[in-house]
C-alpha cells in the first residue's frame, strides 16, 4: 500500500462553476495556451484541510483539462516564515497525491517585481509616498468620504525613481518611504485608493538572508507572480474579492498579454475544528497539542499522523464541492470520508481497551488452539486471514459484561451465553470480586462443541464480544483522539473570551494498558487496522518503541 499514489484523472470531472469557467477558456482558445493553475501557500505554517480544498480544486483543474498546476511559495513576508514550512509544505502536496510541474518563490521574483515597479513610476503610474503607514490608513477615507491624496502625490517622475532606487539600496529606514500606486483617492473600491506597493523592511529573509530590504505587499507580489508563470486561472477564496480590481489593474499596466484572471471560491470552514494557520500556531505555541502534526490538528501532517489516508482526503474534497458561497461543513461528512475509505481497505483485529480477565473453567489448563480469523468482512471485496490463540484465559471489555444487565443485553453477564468472534460460545459462571467489591474476574465454561461459534442444537445466541489470550496479548498503548474542540463553532464564545476557551478537554484519552491480539505486532509502523467494535486504528510511528507500540484512534 503505497502512500503516494498518482490519482487517477478523471473520466467526467465534476463540472462547479470553476470548472464549467475553464471548460469555456479551452473551448474558446481564451488564454491562447492550456489551462495553467498554482498553489500558493505562504511557508509560515503547516497546510490544513482549506489548503487541502484548495490543493485538488488547483491540481484536479490541471489534471483534468490537461493543463499545469504550479507549487509557489507566496514568502514575501520576512517575519513569519521558514525553511521548515516549505519542506513540511511539499512533503503535504506529494503525500495528498499531487506532482507540481513548476516549483516556484515569489521571492525569487523581487527582481522582476522591481522592474515592473520602476516601469510603473515612468509612466507616472506609482509614486513614493513620505507618510507612515498609520497616516495612510487614515487618509484612505471611509467608505462613504472619499480619501485624502498624500502631499507627496505629485512628486516627478524623476524624484520618485530618484527615491525608489535609494529605497532599494537602504537608504531609508523601515517606514520612512512606500512605495504605492497612483490610481483613484475617491474610488468605491478601498482597495484601488492607491495601494501600498512596496514597504521598506531591513529584516533577515529565509531565502534572501540580508540582501533585500523592499519588500512587496501581497497584492502587488501576487498577481503578478501569476502573470510571471503565465498562469490562466487564479483560483482564491472570497475573502479576495474586492482585490480583483487591483490584480486586474496591476497585470494590465504591467504590460502582460492574456494575463490571469481571478476566480474566488467558498473557504472551507469544517466545525469542530480551526482552519487558520494564525489560530493553529497559537495551538502549537500555547502547548495545548504535541505539534503541527498533533494527530488532533486539522493540518495534512495531523490527519496522516491519525491513520487517515490521501483518498479520504481526496474524496472528502469532491463530496464538498466548490461553491460561490461560504459555508461551514459538518464534521460528520469528513468522518463519513474516512470510514468509507478505511472500511474497505484496513484489516480487522481484535483489541480490548479496558480488559477484564476471563477463566474457561471447563478448558484444559496449558492448551492453545489457533483460531482462524478472517481480516475484512464479507462486504468489503479485499481477503486474507491469519490465526488467533485461544486459551484457558482470555480478556473481554468490561463493557461487555453486567451484572445486573437489562433484558436486552446481549453480552456477559451472570448465566448468560456469548459468542467469543471467531470462537466458542461460553457462559458466564460466576463473578469474582476483590475486597473493595469491584469485579476482577468472570469465571465461565466454554462448549467445545461450538467451535464454529454455533451450537449443534441450534439455540441461539445473540450477542458475540471481542477478547484476547491473556497469555498471548500484546500490552499496547491506545489513543482515543476525538474533536479538538467542544462546540461546533470555536470562535462563537463569549465577549472577552477566545477560541482556546472551546477547547475539549477530553480531546485525547490515553489508554496505557490495552490487549491486543499479537499480530497487531506483525505489520510495520504506519499500518492501519479496524480493532473490532472499537475503531480504526494506526500504527504510531514516532512515539512506538520496541518495547511498546502505540495506536492513535
Ligand atoms: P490561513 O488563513 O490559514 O493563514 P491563508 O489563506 O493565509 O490561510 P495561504 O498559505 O495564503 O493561507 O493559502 C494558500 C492557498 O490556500 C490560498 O490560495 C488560499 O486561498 C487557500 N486556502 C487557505 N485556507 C483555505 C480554506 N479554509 N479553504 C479553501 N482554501 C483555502
Ligand atoms: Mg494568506
Redesign the pocket.
Known amino acids: 500500500m503505497s502512500d503516494t499514489p498518482t490519482p487517477e484523472p478523471s473520466a467526467s470531472p465534476r463540472r462547479d462553476f470553476i470548472r464549467e469557467m475553464v471548460a469555456d477558456d479551452v473551448a474558446t482558445g481564451r488564454f491562447g495556451r492550456a489551462p495553467a493553475t498554482r ?7 503547516f ?5 487541502a ?3 485538488c ?2 491540481f484536479g483543474i490541471a489534471q483534468e483539462f490537461g493543463g499545469t498546476c504550479n507549487l509557489r511559495f ?1 514568502d514575501t513576508n520576512p517575519a513569519t516564515e521558514d525553511i521548515r514550512y516549505v519542506e513540511a509544505i511539499q512533503r503535504d502536496v506529494q503525500w495528498l497525491g499531487f506532482q507540481w510541474d513548476g516549483l516556484y518563490y515569489a521571492s525569487d521574483y523581487f527582481e522582476q517585481l522591481y522592474d515592473i515597479a520602476e516601469m510603473l513610476v515612468q509612466k507616472g503610474k506609482a509614486y513614493v509616498d513620505d507618510q507612515n503607514e498609520e497616516q495612510i490608513r487614515t487618509n484612505r477615507g471611509t467608505v462613504t468620504s472619499a480619501g485624502t491624496p498624500s502631499p507627496w502625490r505629485e512628486r516627478t517622475v524623476a524624484e520618485n525613481l530618484d527615491l525608489l532606487r535609494r529605497m532599494k539600496v537602504g537608504e531609508f529606514p523601515d517606514g520612512a518611504k512606500v512605495l504605492r500606486a497612483k490610481i483613484d483617492m475617491a474610488h468605491a473600491n478601498m482597495i484601488m485608493r492607491d495601494p501600498l506597493l512596496l514597504r521598506i523592511r531591513h529584516a533577515h529573509h529565509y531565502r534572501r538572508g540580508n540582501d533585500w530590504c523592499i519588500y512587496p505587499l501581497y497584492d502587488f507580489a501576487h498577481g503578478l507572480s501569476d502573470a510571471i508563470e503565465g498562469i490562466t486561472r487564479s ?3 472570497l ?2 474579492k474586492d482585490a480583483r480590481e487591483i490584480y486586474d489593474w496591476l497585470v494590465r499596466e504591467a504590460g502582460f498579454e492574456n494575463p490571469p484572471t481571478q476566480i474566488e ?5 469544517l466545525d469542530y475544528t480551526v ?6 500556531l497559537r495551538l502549537v505555541n500555547e502547548g495545548h497539542v504535541t505539534g503541527w502534526d498533533d494527530p488532533r490538528m486539522p493540518t495534512i501532517a495531523g490527519l496522516r499522523r491519525r491513520g487517515v489516508r490521501p483518498e479520504a482526503i481526496r474524496a472528502f474534497a469532491e463530496v464538498i464541492g466548490v461553491a460561490r458561497k461560504d459555508a461551514r461543513v459538518e464534521i460528520a461528512t469528513f468522518e463519513h470520508a474516512v470510514r468509507n475509505d478505511l472500511n474497505m481497505e484496513v484489516p480487522r483485529r481484535l483489541c480490548v481497551l479496558n480488559p477484564l480477565k476471563v477463566v474457561l473453567t471447563n478448558y484444559p489448563e496449558g492448551q492453545v488452539e489457533q483460531l482462524e480469523a478472517q481480516d475484512y468482512p464479507h462486504d468489503v471485496p479485499k481477503t486474507g486471514s491469519r490465526t488467533i490463540p485461544f486459551s484457558r484465559e482470555l480478556y473481554v471489555d468490561r463493557d461487555d459484561f453486567m451484572e445486573e444487565p437489562p433484558k436486552k443485553f446481549y453480552r456477559l453477564a451472570p448465566g448468560r451465553e456469548v459468542r467469543l468472534r471467531f470462537g466458542y460460545l461460553i457462559t458466564c459462571q460466576e463473578v469474582v470480586k476483590n475486597e473493595a467489591g469491584e469485579v476482577i474476574e468472570l469465571r465461565c465454561t466454554y462448549d467445545p462443541a461450538t467451535r464454529s461459534g454455533n451450537a449443534p442444537d441450534g439455540r441461539k445466541v445473540q450477542g458475540t464480544i471481542h477478547w484476547v489470550s491473556a497469555a498471548h496479548a500484546a500490552d499496547v498503548e491506545v489513543r482515543l483522539y476525538d474533536r479538538l474542540f467542544a462546540q461546533p463553532d470555536p470562535d462563537d464564545v463569549p465577549e472577552g473570551r477566545d477560541f482556546l476557551s472551546a477547547l475539549n478537554p477530553q480531546s485525547l484519552v490515553v489508554i496505557p494498558h490495552a490487549k491486543a491480539e499479537p499480530s497487531v505486532l506483525d505489520a510495520p509502523l504506519g499500518s492501519r487496522y479496524q480493532f473490532e467494535r472499537v475503531g480504526y486504528f494506526y500504527a504510531e510511528p514516532e512515539d512506538s518503541t520496541p518495547e511498546k507500540r502505540v495506536f492513535n484512534r
Open positions: 498553489f500558493p501557500p505562504e511557508p509560515n505554517g497546510l490544513h484541510m482549506g489548503h480544498k484548495s490543493i480544486l488547483n507566496d483560483l482564491c477564496t475573502e479576495f471560491f467558498a473557504r472551507l470552514e482552519l487558520s494557520k494564525r489560530k493553529l
